[in-house]
T-cell receptor, first 112, second 114 residues
C-alpha cells in the first residue's frame, strides 16, 4: 500500500525564519496531497493542499511544492510565528482506495 | 454550518470491555473515515464508510468494526478492549470520500483502557 514518510521528525526554528518539511510517497498514482496542522489537544486542520496537475501553491505565508518525478512534496512556512508551533501531517491519496495515507507527523517548534 | 461531531470526548474503559464511538459528519457529507492516532504512529486508517457501505478497511483486527446509518452518522465499535487500544480516535468527513476534497476532522474521542 501507499507509504508516506515525513522528514525531519522534529524541526526547531527561530521566529521569523523559514521552515520546510518534506514528504515522500510511494504510489505514483497518488493525485492529491493535503497538509494538516494539529495543535496540542486539537483536531488536525487542513491548511493547504495540492493536486498532481499543479507544481506549486501558495496561501499567504505557507506554500506547498510537488515533484511528481521524485515523488515528494514539501511544506514551506515563511516568517514563522509562535502560533505556527504544532504537529504537521502530510498525506497522499491511495489510488482507487478512497482514502488518505498520512505521514507520522512533524513537530515544528518556533522559538521566540 | 456545523462541523464534525464526535461523542463522547473522553472514555475510560477496562480491559475486556467493549466501546462504541459516534461520529456525525458535516451535513451533506456522505463519507466518514475513522483513524486511530497514537504518539509516534501518526494517523492509522481504520475504515471508511460511504452511503452505509464499508468501502475500505485498514489493517486492524476484527475487534474493530463500524457502521454507517442512512443519515451518514457513523459508529465504530471496539470489542474485548486491550491496553494498546488506548488512543485518540478521529473521524473525518468528506463529500465523497475520494480523498481529493480534503477531510474535515472531528475533535476525536480520547479512549483510555486501564
Amino acid at each position: 500500500g501507499e507509504n508516506v514518510e515525513q522528514h525531519p521528525s522534529t524541526l526547531s526554528v527561530q521566529e521569523g525564519d523559514s521552515a520546510v518539511i518534506k514528504c515522500t510517497y510511494s504510489d505514483s498514482a497518488s493525485n492529491y496531497f493535503p497538509w494538516y496542522k494539529q495543535e496540542l489537544g486539537k483536531r488536525p486542520q487542513l491548511i493547504i493542499d495540492i493536486r498532481s496537475n499543479v507544481g506549486e501553491k501558495k496561501d499567504q505565508r505557507i506554500a506547498v511544492t510537488l515533484n511528481k518525478t521524485a515523488k515528494h512534496f514539501s511544506l514551506h512556512i515563511t516568517e514563522t510565528q509562535p502560533e505556527d508551533s504544532a504537529v504537521y501531517f502530510c498525506a497522499a491519496t491511495v489510488y482507487g482506495n478512497n482514502r488518505l495515507a498520512f505521514g507520522k507527523g512533524n513537530q515544528v517548534v518556533v522559538i521566540p | 454550518k456545523a462541523g464534525v461531531t464526535q461523542t463522547p470526548r473522553y472514555l475510560i474503559k477496562t480491559r475486556g470491555q467493549q466501546v462504541t464511538l459516534s461520529c456525525s459528519p458535516i451535513s451533506g457529507h456522505r463519507s466518514v473515515s475513522w483513524y486511530q492516532q497514537t504518539p509516534g504512529q501518526g494517523l492509522q486508517f481504520l475504515f471508511e464508510y460511504f452511503s452505509e457501505t464499508q468501502r475500505n478497511k485498514g489493517n486492524f483486527p476484527g475487534r474493530f468494526s463500524g457502521r454507517q446509518f442512512s443519515n451518514s452518522r457513523s459508529e465504530m465499535n471496539v470489542s474485548t478492549l486491550e491496553l494498546g487500544d488506548s488512543a485518540l480516535y478521529l473521524c473525518a468527513s468528506s463529500p465523497d470520500g475520494l480523498g481529493n476534497a480534503g477531510y474535515t476532522f472531528g475533535s476525536g474521542t480520547r479512549l483510555t483502557v486501564v
